[in-house]
């Protein structure tokens, strides 16, 4: 076998030495789609700033700890498993206790429960505690990365930033704009919606260390103007934040579509006449897309969202992966909370491959779509996803024997964990959630008296 020769040999004088924690725990990480790295007693090594420095064999880092490193914290978690904290590349905010309530489909259920839950949304007090429930569930589900949608209303996003900034998490967010065809508590001005969503972009995106980010948000084309449209194409390449939105989710919708814009050769062509698809575009479901519209979106390097639970409630359809794999478009995965009834991406990964009656996903490739694939999706992949040296420390402890006590850990692959995770796993495996190195803290975020389930 072939030695690989470092170009550089790192020296470490007494003055240099870097001060670290050493997490020891059997460890598993995504590299590709197909294949994951093991360590059986592996140490992750995290330095003072929440970076990763290495991830390895524990009797390596054993033999350097007090070499290599000044004040080397070892933090024992064997016994357990870390992995890459969880991405969720697609959910509502507003929605959380909307999850379970039958609608029909997409249209019906938007009308009938949906805009409803939004337009009460404006009330200040209302969307605080929402969003406190809602961090402290993603946090109890190991989600450390998260790009969320909240309604078109800017006081309450901006609450929901101040929360997402005390919660520790990841996170994109942006208020939604609705400029036609909405209801009317939540049918904006295009000017103000731009204006407001403007305005919160250049205070947040990029805050906390990069942590919290911002992505313009309209709705669908069913309920935005040409005009904002283009204005949002502008805005997005200006700041650098991000766009996301929802595309062809299902017939009815293109439909609708086709009715509302007419000169627009099909769904797709909204979106890139007006400089809305790149890199930093995130589309949600894109089930009923052309393949030259796949080929459009492949030439831009636009990002979709797999939502594979929300599609099984609503009815939806499938999203073509195999197609969308072809064309090689990047895609994550999203628990598209309300429409999809679970904040665990364990759920999102065991519905998409329910939901391809065609086509196995190995537990291995969801394992990646929910880590390092989620990050390729929301192009944060040099910071986060595995635990490649440099990347941000954002990761779980899990323990597998919260399945059944019966599991011992000793006794089973890597494949075999993967496969639990997804098939029966939920919140109850995740014992600690990490984001730059720092547990976050559950009980940072108070709401008197209420007890928060991770369901
Ligand atoms: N399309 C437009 N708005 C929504 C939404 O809130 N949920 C889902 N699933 N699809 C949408
Ligand atoms: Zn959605």
């Known amino acids: 076998m072939k030695k690989i020769r470092r170009k550089t040999?790192?020296?470490?004088?007494?003055?240099?030495?870097?001060?670290?924690?050493?997490?020891?725990?059997?460890?598993?990480?995504?590299?590709?789609?197909?294949?994951?790295?093991?360590?059986?007693?592996?140490?992750l090594v995290v330095d003072a700033g929440g970076k990763i420095?290495?991830?390895?064999?524990?009797?390596?880092?054993?033999?350097?700890?007090?070499?290599?490193?000044?004040?080397?914290?070892?933090?024992?978690?064997?016994?357990?498993?870390?992995?890459?904290?969880?991405?969720?590349?697609?959910?509502?905010?507003?929605?959380?206790d909307l999850r379970g309530k039958h609608g029909a489909t997409l249209l019906d259920w938007l009308k009938k429960y949906i805009f409803p839950a939004e337009t009460a949304f404006a009330n200040q007090r209302l969307a605080e505690d929402l969003s406190k429930r809602f961090f402290k569930k993603l946090i109890l589900n190991g989600t450390t990365t998260a790009a969320i949608y909240t309604t078109i209303h800017a006081k309450s996003t901006d609450h929901v930033f101040k929360i997402a900034k005390a919660s520790g998490v990841r996170v994109i967010i942006g208020k939604v704009m609705m400029?036609?065809?909405?209801?009317?508590?939540?049918?904006?001005?295009?000017?103000?919606?731009?204006?407001?969503?403007?305005?919160?972009?250049?205070?947040?995106?990029?805050?906390?260390?990069?942590?919290?980010?911002?992505?313009?948000?309209?709705?669908?084309?069913?309920?935005?103007?040409?005009?904002?449209?283009?204005?949002?194409?502008?805005?997005?390449?200006?700041?650098?934040?991000?766009i996301q939105t929802h595309i062809a989710e299902t017939k009815a919708e293109n439909e609708r579509v086709k009715e509302l814009f007419p000169d627009y050769k099909d769904y797709t062509e909204i979106y890139e006449e007006n400089d809305c698809l790149g890199p930093k575009t995130i589309l949600g479901h894109a089930i009923y897309l052309t393949d030259d519209e796949l080929r459009r979106l492949a030439k831009t390097k636009t990002k979709l969202v797999h939502c594979p639970t929300s599609n099984f409630f609503l009815k939806s359809g499938r999203m073509p992966v195999e197609l969308i794999e072809e064309h090689g478009i990047?895609?994550?995965?999203?628990?598209?909370?309300?429409?999809?009834?679970?904040?665990?991406?364990?759920?999102?990964?065991?519905?998409?491959?329910?939901?391809?009656?065609?086509l196995a996903v190995s537990p291995v490739k969801a394992f990646y779509l929910a880590t390092?694939?989620?990050?390729?999706?929301?192009?944060?992949?040099?910071?986060?996803?595995?635990?490649?040296?440099?990347?941000?420390?954002?990761?779980?402890?899990?323990?597998?024997?919260?399945?059944?006590?019966?599991?011992?850990?000793?006794?089973?692959?890597?494949?075999?964990?993967?496969?639990?995770?997804?098939?029966?796993?939920?919140?109850?495996?995740?014992?600690?959630?990490?984001?730059?190195?720092?547990?976050?803290?559950?009980?940072?975020?108070?709401?008197?008296?209420?007890?928060?389930?991770?369901?």
């Open 372 to 455: 390092l694939g989620g990050a390729k999706a929301l192009s944060l992949d040099s910071s986060v996803g595995n635990f490649k040296a440099g990347k941000a420390a954002d990761f779980c402890t899990v323990d597998i024997s919260a399945i059944d006590p019966r599991y011992k850990l000793g006794e089973l692959s890597a494949d075999e964990i993967l496969s639990l995770l997804m098939y029966r796993g939920n919140g109850s495996v995740i014992k600690e959630t990490y984001v730059n190195g720092q547990r976050l803290d559950v009980d940072g975020l108070k709401i008197k008296g209420e007890k928060i389930s991770f369901i």
């Open 53 to 96: 420095v290495a991830c390895g064999d524990y009797a390596r880092y054993q033999k350097a700890n007090g070499v290599k490193y000044d004040q080397a914290k070892l933090v024992d978690k064997r016994g357990g498993i870390i992995i890459p904290g969880l991405i969720d590349c697609h959910l509502h905010l507003p929605q959380l």
């Open 330 to 358: 990047t895609y994550g995965l999203g628990t598209d909370v309300g429409a999809g009834t679970s904040m665990s991406l364990f759920t999102t990964m065991r519905h998409a491959d329910y939901v391809q009656p065609h």
């Open 179 to 242: 400029d036609m065809y909405s209801p009317a508590g939540l049918q904006e001005n295009t000017h103000n919606s731009l204006k407001e969503s403007e305005a919160l972009c250049s205070k947040w995106h990029g805050s906390s260390g990069g942590r919290l980010m911002y992505a313009f948000t309209p709705r669908f084309a069913p309920t935005c103007s040409e005009e904002m449209w283009l204005e949002v194409g502008k805005l997005a390449r200006e700041s650098g934040a991000y």
């Open 9 to 43: 040999k790192i020296k470490y004088s007494p003055i240099h030495k870097p001060k670290v924690t050493i997490y020891r725990s059997r460890i598993i990480h995504p590299v590709s789609p197909l294949q994951v790295e093991e360590f059986k007693d592996g140490a």
